[in-house]
């Protein structure tokens, strides 16, 4: 073997020790991912699941060296996106921006669901949590929210516009109604972005959000903001108070995460799982996190993933149960 053959041969192995993006394959069988990765979000554009799935979906695609685009799948308490991920190949190339409508509320909400939230899917990862935020429109009487409070008292019945059916804004909002004692007339929507587009025009005169969704809208002066539904005050918005200390007691967060079809081979689960890591890992993307949702991104495994998905479900049951909301 001459010199130059010996240094191609002892090089192979690094050569493949330094392109971890693929996920090797049996023998003639195609490397993953071998197209574009889609990756379904079950709302409209404009809301905290479709903003932070495109943050994701940007760095897992440079990590793998194939783009994921974000595919909207919006209705029916986005459950229409999930049941089409449920029934999707288990083949790594159909993802779903998994979240605590589609996973947590919706088992309890729809009796006829067309998935198992559990039996269905394949989960990865957690990536974010996001508390919600109370704002009403720039003409709205109430200029806080012990105003707020006295303001939907005196009428007997709040009335606010939510992402959509069973959302985790949706509940808070309920829960908030409860809470007071009010009548709730929640006005749900295909996703948040239209929800605060009315909600700007004064089609309906608060709404309940994500803060993620709700920032630029609360920044820009196009809504004003009241409270947020966190246990503790956000670090993007110090200045606004907690539900709870504004003496209403609701706490409640939505999630959203990453999963798949049931099935997904375990080294593709494995490999997205890391990926999903080193993104948020990136410490432009911690700030990026912190400065929409006030809280870096949560550490999470698939194990971790799908244990807390199963507790979110029993823990919304009682909550849905309790607010008799009718999804038709």
């Given at each position: 073997?001459?010199?130059?053959?010996?240094?191609?041969?002892?090089?192979?192995?690094?050569?493949?020790?330094?392109?971890?993006?693929?996920?090797?394959?049996?023998?003639?069988?195609?490397?993953?991912?071998?197209?574009?990765?889609?990756?379904?979000?079950?709302?409209?554009?404009?809301?905290?699941?479709?903003?932070?799935?495109?943050?994701?979906?940007?760095?897992?695609?440079?990590?793998?060296?194939?783009?994921?685009?974000?595919?909207?799948?919006?209705?029916?308490?986005?459950?229409?996106?999930?049941?089409?991920?449920?029934?999707?190949?288990?083949?790594?190339?159909?993802?779903?921006?998994?979240?605590?409508?589609?996973?947590?509320?919706?088992?309890?909400?729809?009796?006829?669901?067309?998935?198992?939230?559990?039996r269905d899917f394949t989960h990865?990862?957690?990536?974010?949590?996001?508390?919600?935020?109370?704002?009403?429109?720039?003409?709205?009487?109430?200029?806080?929210?012990?105003?707020?409070?006295?303001?939907?008292?005196?009428?007997?019945?709040?009335?606010?516009?939510?992402?959509?059916?069973?959302?985790?804004?949706?509940?808070?909002?309920v829960r908030l109604g409860l809470a007071l004692g009010v009548r709730v007339l929640a006005v749900p929507y295909r996703g948040a972005g239209p929800a605060m587009t009315d909600t700007i025009a004064g089609v309906v005169p608060a709404m309940m959000d994500s803060l993620p969704s709700a920032a630029q809208h609360i920044n820009s002066g196009s809504v004003r903001a009241l409270a947020v539904s966190s246990a503790t005050r956000s670090n993007r918005f110090p200045n606004l108070p907690t539900l709870k200390e504004s003496g209403v007691d609701v706490v409640n967060s939505a999630w959203f995460g990453i999963s798949g079809p049931a099935g997904l081979p375990a080294p593709i689960v494995a490999r997205l799982a890391a990926v999903i890591r080193e993104s948020l890992a990136q410490p432009a993307m911690i700030t990026r996190f912190e400065d929409l949702t006030g809280a870096p991104p949560p550490e999470s495994t698939p194990e971790s993933y799908t244990a807390f998905v199963r507790s979110e479900i029993a823990g919304f049951a009682p909550i849905v149960r309790a607010a008799g909301i009718n999804p038709q």
């Open positions: 073997m001459t010199m130059m053959s010996r240094r191609i041969a002892l090089g192979l192995p690094l050569m493949a020790l330094a392109a971890p993006t693929l996920v090797r394959p049996a023998f003639g069988q195609a490397a993953w991912p071998s197209r574009p990765i889609r990756l379904v979000v079950p709302y409209a554009p404009g809301g905290t699941t479709d903003v932070m799935a495109r943050l994701v979906a940007e760095q897992i695609g440079q990590r793998l060296g194939q783009p994921v685009i974000v595919e909207n799948r919006p209705g029916a308490g986005a459950t229409i996106g999930a049941g089409m991920v449920a029934q999707a190949e288990p083949d790594g190339l159909t993802l779903l921006m998994s979240n605590s409508g589609s996973h947590g509320v919706s088992p309890s909400l729809y009796p006829n669901l067309s998935y198992d939230p559990m990865v990862a957690l990536v974010v949590t996001s508390p919600s935020v109370l704002v009403v429109t720039k003409g709205h009487p109430a200029q806080d929210m012990a105003q707020f409070i006295a303001h939907v008292r005196r009428a007997g019945e709040i009335d606010f516009a939510v992402s959509g059916v069973g959302s985790s804004s949706h509940l808070t909002g």
